[in-house]
């Protein structure tokens, strides 16, 4: 895994871009009240503002605004996909 150096600063506004492994297939959109679903989840539990999100079929865009408190935004998109990846129907 790589080893990132980015800066700790609370309350920071951060820009994203997460992409599926395999980019042909559109399982963002095919499933998107699953990805809304834990996406409410993890805000419920770990608070954090968006600002603004556009949801593709294979990644997304995203701009959060973290809490005055908060620094890790990497906790938040761990569990978000791991939670999306759950509610998934299993594919041989």
Request: charged content about 25%; overall charge positive.
């Amino acid at each position: 895994m790589p080893n990132y150096r980015r800066p700790k600063l609370p309350g920071a506004c951060w820009f994203f871009t997460v992409n599926l492994l395999d980019r042909k297939t559109s399982l963002l959109t095919d499933h998107i009240d699953e990805l809304r679903a834990a996406t409410r989840e993890i805000k419920g539990r770990f608070p954090f503002q968006i600002d603004a999100m556009v949801i593709l079929p294979d990644h997304i865009h995203a701009i959060w605004t973290l809490p005055r408190d908060g620094t890790d935004f990497s906790v938040r998109w761990r569990r978000i996909k791991a939670i999306f990846s759950k509610s998934l129907p299993q594919t041989k």
